[in-house]
């Protein structure tokens, strides 16, 4: 016998309190999270900010962006006054002051001057290591998308370029340095004694000398480029598979090859997605450590990439600080202290900035992207 | 009166499953003929034959018989696909335009033809509108994104790409499948006024508008061609029970 009045609840809701406890429990973890987040941030922010930001016009320190990094002094004068300089404003305050003895010198390596150097030095290695990837990744997203037929074989050789983005970076790092570093062809007059195989080529004196790269920028953008390959291939076979069909069918149907289609309807409109996917594979390049200690990355290096360089194109075979590596070797080489903190925090906050701002950067192009491109 | 198309025992599979069984048929020039039957009769199947768009699919292949375009065998060894695909269009089911302006999407197929000169294309760009009747909706908006087309006018558009290259026959698939009954109309007097300048082919559901629009009608069933003939007979006085039965609803 059905009673409405039973619809009516005595007391509280089943499982009242149960269902807070889980709730405040979910709750409470998500919120752990946030907590570490904003302490990550908040101690790097508060150290780091006065390394880069000044109070006065243009608000930031435009010294520690673009000065070359130095040793640091701190010592005091005569009359106590203590000073912090770069080693180069450091000796022309010796020669200034000639005769002048000077009190508890210390020392601290890579914490004077700026980061201009390890800037550049990323951004070299990141757009040349996304050029060289896209290239490669762009042509084998066509032929899995486009070409290849799907088969056993194809399946596996797709699951085989996924499996490369589980590879632990530092063995990428390995890979680059005995592959690139050491083995990589090269055209040269005088092959080195190491050299692996030397062909010699039909041009007089010439040899092809599988003697690596050494340790360059070059090496380490074709590092960082195998590491971002899986990534930028599964992103643009994704984007290709996207554009309709109907605009392939069309295209063939009015005589165009498979490669004219693939040029004129198929890759115009997956670029955008190919692109704004591969900022990502950009944060990532950006970001790494492990794959260019061993393959490009230097900790101190007094010139800018392309200074003293006979012709343009040696900067491919120079080696370069980045901004990764840079953090590591303030954090684990040197021992922290109050002179040390500026340099330490404030590229720790430089770095993170970029960072953010790439991610920000393709989150924003992607939305427009999506926007934009409906059919 | 010559004819176009010419099939002639013709059997195609899609790997081990057989689509089409010992078709044969004629299709007169400047004429429209129209394929009837129900879902998976393989009406589309042969359509797509005449321009050998099904070659994309890797298993499809003829397993016996031919079909000749004006007198050549298209599944010779030695054929220009480009060159048979320039000269048979297509029109398809869903229309598909590029996400281009109006005018690219009619350039598209004289760009990847050669033609470089700009007012000869312009020129053939008008000339492709005005004959898929779209000119007078578009003429002052050609650069504008054709996705910005109803359905109806995006379908003319691509009968206007389609025969931007000057085809000799034009294929439609369903043309009329994605559009009301309005813009089916449309394109049904385009059809008629089409038919003077090229030889259609159309597969069709809706067996009002075959009847309507078409000169010869072919009912198709289970990947047998079962009859064909002029479509006042086929619609008036069918010589096959089957097609008898489908025309008047009994079944399909």
Redesign the interface.
């Given at each position: 016998m059905f009673n409405p009045e039973n619809l009516i609840r005595k007391g509280l809701p089943k499982g009242y309190f149960k269902d807070i406890l889980v709730r405040s429990l979910l709750g409470g973890i998500t919120y752990l999270m946030v907590l570490i987040a904003v302490l990550l941030f908040g101690k790097i922010i508060i150290d780091g900010a006065p390394a880069i930001f000044t109070s006065e016009f243009p608000f930031v320190d435009t010294e520690f962006l673009t000065a070359k990094n130095e040793t640091l002094h701190v010592f005091d004068d005569a009359k106590g006054t203590r000073h912090q300089l770069p080693a180069s404003k450091y000796n022309e305050y010796i020669e200034a002051h000639a005769g002048q003895q000077i009190y508890n010198e210390q020392t601290f390596s890579y914490s004077g001057g700026g980061i201009a150097g390890p800037i550049i030095g990323t951004a070299l290695l990141t757009c040349g290591s996304i050029i060289l990837a896209l290239f490669f990744g762009v042509c084998a997203a066509i032929y899995l998308a486009e070409y290849a037929?799907q088969s056993p074989f194809i399946h596996a050789v797709r699951l085989a370029i996924l499996n490369l983005a589980g590879i632990p970076s530092i063995v990428f790092g390995l890979f680059g340095f005995s592959v690139f570093v050491l083995a990589a062809p090269v055209i040269t007059a005088n092959p080195v004694d190491r050299s692996l195989l030397v062909l010699p080529l039909f041009i007089e004196g010439w040899a092809l000398s599988f003697q690596g790269w050494n340790s360059s920028l070059m090496a380490g953008c074709a590092t960082l480029a195998c590491m971002i390959l899986p990534v930028v291939i599964t992103a643009s076979e994704e984007s290709l598979r996207a554009v309709?069909q109907?605009?392939?069918?069309?295209?063939?149907?009015?005589?165009?090859?498979r490669w004219?289609t693939i040029r004129?309807?198929v890759l115009p409109?997956s670029l955008p997605g190919i692109l704004t996917s591969s900022l990502l594979a950009i944060t990532r390049v950006a970001g790494e450590t492990a794959p260019i200690m061993f393959t490009a990355a230097v900790a101190a290096k007094d010139d800018f990439p392309w200074e003293g360089l006979a012709n343009p194109f040696d900067i491919l075979s120079s080696q370069v600080q980045a901004l990764p590596y840079h953090i590591y070797t303030l954090a684990a080489r040197i021992p922290s202290s109050e002179y040390t903190q500026r340099a330490q925090f404030g590229s720790v906050l430089v770095f993170l900035i970029l960072v953010a701002m790439l991610s920000f950067g393709s989150m924003v192009l992607r939305a427009k992207m999506r926007k934009k491109?409906?059919? | 009166m010559s004819t176009a198309v010419q099939i002639q025992n013709l059997s195609f599979a899609y790997g081990s499953k057989q689509a089409l069984h010992d078709v044969s048929l004629d299709m007169p020039a400047r004429k429209v003929t129209a394929f009837i039957g129900p879902s998976g009769c393989g009406k589309s199947t042969l359509i797509r034959c005449i321009n050998r768009i099904n070659d994309r699919i890797s298993t499809a292949h003829v397993t016996a018989g031919t079909i000749k375009v004006h007198g050549i065998d298209i599944y010779r060894k030695d054929i220009n696909i480009q060159e048979l695909r320039r000269r048979v269009g297509m029109v398809f089911q869903k229309y598909n335009p590029f996400a281009k302006s109006i005018y690219e999407n009619v350039a598209y197929g004289l760009r990847i033809a050669g033609m470089t000169n700009r007012s000869d294309i312009d020129d053939a760009v008008e000339k492709s509108l005005r004959n898929a009747a779209l000119w007078d909706e578009v003429g002052d908006r050609l650069h504008t994104s054709a996705f910005g087309l109803s359905g109806g006018q995006q379908q003319r558009l691509c009968i206007a790409r389609a025969i931007a290259t000057e085809p000799e026959i034009l294929l439609m698939d369903e043309p009329c499948a994605a559009l009301d009954p309005l813009a089916t109309l449309r394109i049904e007097e385009l059809i008629s006024e089409l038919k003077k300048k090229f030889t259609i082919v159309i597969v069709t559901h809706n067996m009002a508008q075959a009847a309507r629009c078409s000169d010869q009608t072919a009912f198709m069933y289970l990947g047998k061609l079962v009859e064909v003939g002029p479509t006042m007979k086929i619609f008036e006085n069918p010589s096959d029970p089957q097609t008898e039965a489908y025309i008047t609803g009994s079944f399909g």
């Open positions: 037929k309709p109907g605009f392939r069918d069309a295209s063939l149907a009015m005589g165009g090859t004219q004129k309807c409109f491109l409906k059919w | -």
